[in-house]
Each structure stands twice: as C-alpha cells, then as structure tokens.
C-alpha cells in the first residue's frame, strides 16, 4: 500500500445553501505529482483552501501524514493561488523576505534561501526592483520562490503555468520534477489536461463538488480505452475486411479500428494478418484525459 | 505573535517610508505657516494706504485735536465746505469730515457728515466714529462740568471668578471656561479628523489587498484577522507618528513665523479691535496680560491625564471605526460605489457625534454630554472634548470601560466579517448578507 501524505475522508463544505464540497475522499500518495482537476467552479479552490486551513470543512476528515490537520499544517504546506497578486509598490527582495519571515523562517535563513532561487533562476539583479515594474510573468516567478521558500513538503500549485511563456514553463516544471525527486508531494491543479497527462502520476477529477474519477493516469486511461488500434500497413486493404472490426479512420497506408466487443488484440492482429497486409505498427490507442474528462463532465 | 508583528512593521513602514507620506507630514506645518503669513500680511495690508481727511469743526467741538492713525491723518481746515467740495480735486484730502456744533447737549444721537468720492470703508467708518464718540463725551463733560472721575466709575465691567467648593481643588480663573472649550474643541476635531482620514485609509488598503489578491497569497500563512489587525495597528502607528510630527512642528513654525515675521498674537488682536463686530476695546497692556493669563491656564490644565486620556480615546475610537471600516473594505473588493452605501452607517454616527461634540464644550455637564461620552459610538470625540473641563472620574472611568469592551467588540464582530469578506469575489453585498457572514464557520 503507498503511504499518503494526505487523506480526505467525507469532507463536506456548503456556503450558504450552496454546497461547494460534497462528501469528497480521496488520498495523495507521498511523494508523487497529483492531479487535483475539474471544471471551473467544480470545488476544487474550495477543497484547496480546506487543505490549507483557511476555511474548515463542515463535516469529514482530513489527515497530513496520517495525523489529523492541526494549526501547526499550514506551515508545512506550499501554497500558490490561481488568483495571486503582489504588494505592487514593495521591492522584490523585501517582499520575498516579508513573505519567508511569515512562513516561519529567520531573516537571516529566510535572506540566504532567497539568494539561492534568485540565483538559480537568473534574476539576482532583481532585488531592488519594485514588484510594479515586472511583466506578470515575471511577478510569477517570484510568486513561486514564495511558495517553495520555506521547503514544505506538500505544495498546492493552482494553475502554477497561466501566463507564462514556453521557457519559463520548462523552468518552473523542471523545478517542479527536482522537488518530486526531492521527497516533495505535489498537488498540481488545473484544466490544461495536456499538462496533466506530462506531469501527474495519480489525478482526482472533481466535478460539482463530487470526487467522479480517481487514480493513477495509467490505470484510468486503462479503464476508460475503447479497444482503439492504429494500423500502419503496406499493401492494400481486402474487401470484406470491415466485418471483423469497425473502421473509425481510414489513411493513406493508416488505419484507426475498433475492435469488436470481446475481441482481444491478438486476435485483431491475427485477422489483420489473415488478409495479407503487412505491418509497419500496431498499437492501442488510449484516450486522453481530456476526453476522459469532457466525458465524464457531460455525463 | 510574531507574524502580526511582521504585518505591522510592514504596514507601518511602507508607509511612512512612502514619499507621499513624508511630503504630507512636512507640508501640513508648512501650509500653516504659509496660512500664518498670509493672514498677517493681510491684516497689515489694510493700512497700506495713506489717507488724509479734512476735518471741518466750526463749533470747535472736537477742540482741534483728534488722535491720527498709522496711514490716516486728521486735518483741521478753516475753509467752508463749498469752496472744499469746489477745490477737492485739486487738493489731497480722501475726505471731507464735517462736525456740526451741538446745539442739543442732551440729545444722544448725534450726526457728523462725511463727503467723499467713495463711500468709507468699514474700519474708516468705526474709526471715525469712535474718535469722534470719545470727543464728543469729552466736550459734553465739560459743557456739563461733570466730574469725569465720578463718570468712570459708572463704566462697570463684571468679571466672573469660578473657585472650587472644596478648597485646595484646582482654582480656575475666569478663562477656564473658555481654553477649556478651546481645547477641548480641538481635540474632538482631531478625533473627528483621524477617524475619517485613518478610517478611509484602511478601507482603501483592505479593498486593494482584495482586489490585487495579495490576500491569496497572504491567507495561507497568516490568519484573516492576524492581517485585519496588523494593518488596524500599522496604520493607526502611522496616524499616531503623524499626529507626533504635527503636534510638534505646527507650534514650532508658527512660532518661528511669528518671531521673523513679527507679527505675534498681540497684534492679531489688536487688529481684530480694529475690524468692526470684532473684540470690544481693549488697550495692548490689558491684551498682554490676556495673552499671559491664557498661558498660564492652558499650562495649569491636568495635562498629565489630558493626554494619556486623548490617546486612549484615539486607540479605542481608531480601533473600533477603523475595524468596522476594514470590514467594509473586505466585502466591497474593488467597487468603490458599493463602498460608499456600506460607509454610510459608520460615517453616520461619527458625524452625529462631531455635532453633539460641538455642544458638549458649550454645555459640558448636560445630560446630552454626559451620556454622549459613555456611549462608546461617540465617546471617542465627545469624551476627549470634555477633557478640559475635568469631568467627573467615575465618567470617565464607565466611557473608558465601555469603550475598551466596545473595541474589543468591534474588532472582533469585524473579524467575522473580514474573513469571509476578503475571499468572497463577484458576490453582491448588503448589510444583510454582512449579517449572515457573522454565522458563518471558520
């Protein structure tokens, strides 16, 4: 069994008459990069900010490292907001050292630690820039030395790439697989399913405050395939061949199947080769999460 | 503990360290001064002009001698009016004063004529008036042979002399009433001042936090109401910081104004003698001895309670005001419309209270006054307003109670509202969805 750093069990949360979380569990296994997804307004800031300890859950459970969230959590936890702003007037060096010294450090650890992320992302020079005079991009890599300054080992990142360009992607999501091999567990939340299907290993797909969809990549790709095949092929395709398969696309020389109901992939490349083609490849075709995930919010 | 002492420093310095702030907390004392030396010159300018009057006086009532004035001189001329009026042109007379003889001794109401191009100005006219008034008096006390000594004694003035029943207690002198309006005027009006002004600047930094989401970012490692608080605290440190400067430089520079430019409070009163409705007559010496007497009072006043008190009210009555404004501020993110109908009811009661303030230093004990300055909505202005007239100790001691719990109240009932307030986006809010967010769980 993988151990979790974090569990939710049952958690409700409801403003008003609305209820934003509705009886929602499930586990972030330690140490991975986890998909926290869901359509807007599906509840998942709402979850994040109950993981965080701003609000508080009405009913359930919630356990980081298998202890019940304490006051002492948050301190422990790294949290980015989708909707993140900057005191626009401050300097940069002194509103990273104001946000690190909020997080519990020293001003002298909290000062050397800024050094080191503004070294290592290439803005040593920043430091007596005025946050106002930075593009937004920029103000986002501060936001992010912010988040990860005080080294906690659960960091909630909400659409931690919005905004920026392709180099600063790569910069943020190889700093982002350095704190995986670090120990660090990622919660990662987002809609940009291509992003997720790189990064996540494990996803939860949230959807009108309800847990819809939970588990590895892999296996819900898996649970979710069709028995689609793309052929490539040389020679020319029999006539009669469509009685045997259902052809969803047809190429040049390509080929997309469905294989009939109970038909295993041995046997579908065996009638293949029963009708004389020859073939270049042959692989299954897995769904991509984001047609996992429009399915699954239609329904 | 330590992260909203981390808040306060921020917000205390970022702003004092603000150029705005410097320019703000230098330039007020200057303004002053500018005022000071604007209004002196003013004062001055009046007699700038040189004036010179004819004065005819066939009955010789005026006995050939009337006092001049700095820039205005009486002539006596022998001349008939007609052949003056002719010539006036061609003379240098601003004015052709006439004095008919008296034939009535006994009537009260004389009438002396003044020809002229322009009609007198308002100082010329009382001048004139009152010259010729203390001639006329001297000419009936002689036509009458009155004994003048015997009629100075009929000029009484009363003066009013309060002194304490108990004795030993404070003795005031006949002024105390008045310095002790003054100041106590004074002090309600800075109350006045920094609730608005401080008030407004909370909101105005809660909003802009909201609008921002700095608060996003912020609200995973403080708590609402630990940033709530840090700004209430920081900003009211940099009203207080303000209010210090004020209270030092404003005194000094008018002071410094006052010795180079050398016009002090004594000729300032001279000058409001000499403007008609202003002080009654009142020679420089008498002026002097005011001037020193309304020292002395003002330094006999208990300012060793005045000012701790004047400072506890401007926590207690900055803390609540200032916390009901930053609830505001929370819920309104950046709707500056929106702000304005949930600013009413907080502005309404301090305004009611600037009213009650203003009769409280006339009439100090009055019921009005007295319950004013224990209901803790007003007792912020009301109470410091009081100050100077020693109210009574155990007044003073239930307004303090009730407005140390009644802050305490406030911040907290602000709280509630600010922690959901600052998270809340595009929802409309009424006082009464306010209401609700009271209830809602953390």
Redesign the interface.
Known sequence: MIESVLSLRGVVKS??KKLAVDNVSFEVPKGSIFGLLGPNGAGKTSII?II?????A?TGEIFMDGVPLNNRH??L?G????????????KVGEHLL??A???GLSAKQAKERILHWMEKFEISNWWNKKVEELSKGMQQKI?FI?TIIHAPPLLILDEPFSGLDPVNTNLIKDEIYQLKEQGTSIIFSTHRMEQVEEICEHIVLINGGQNVLEGRVNDIKEQFKEHYFKIDYTGTLAEGIGDHFNIIQSEDKSIMLKAIEGQSSSELLRSLLNYGLEINAFHEVLPTLNQIFIRQVKQ | MN?LW??IK?EYL?RVK?RSFIIATLLTPLAFAIFFIVVGFIFQYESDEVRRIAVIDKGNVLQKSIKDETNLYFKFVDTDLETLRSSFDELDYNGILVIPPINEILSKSHTVYYYSNQSPSLDLESLIKSRIRERIRNYKIEALQLDRRQLDALATTIELDPEPIVKGNQDGSKMTGAIAAGIGGLMGMIMYIVVFIYGMMVMRSVME?KT???????????RPFQMMLGKIVGVGAVGLTQVAIWAILIPAVIFVTSLVFGFDANTQMEMAQNTPGGAAAMNPDEAEAMAIQIIHEIKNLNWWSIIPLFIFYFIGGYFMYASLFAAVGSAVGDDLGESQSLTIPITIPVVIAFYIMIVAIESPTSNLATWSSIFPLFSPIVMPARLAFSPPLWEVAVSMLVLATSSIFFVWLAGRIYRVGI?MYGKKTSIKELG?WLF???
């Open positions: 403003y008003d900010r965080t300890g701003i609000t508080r009405d948050p301190e936890i949290y980015m907001p989708e909707e993140r702003g900057l005191y626009k007037k401050m104001y946000l010294r909020l997080k936001q912010a | 992260k981390l808040i921020r970022t603000r936090e921002n989401r700095i608060v996003e970012v912020m609200i995973s490692s403080v998270l609700k809602y769980r953390g």
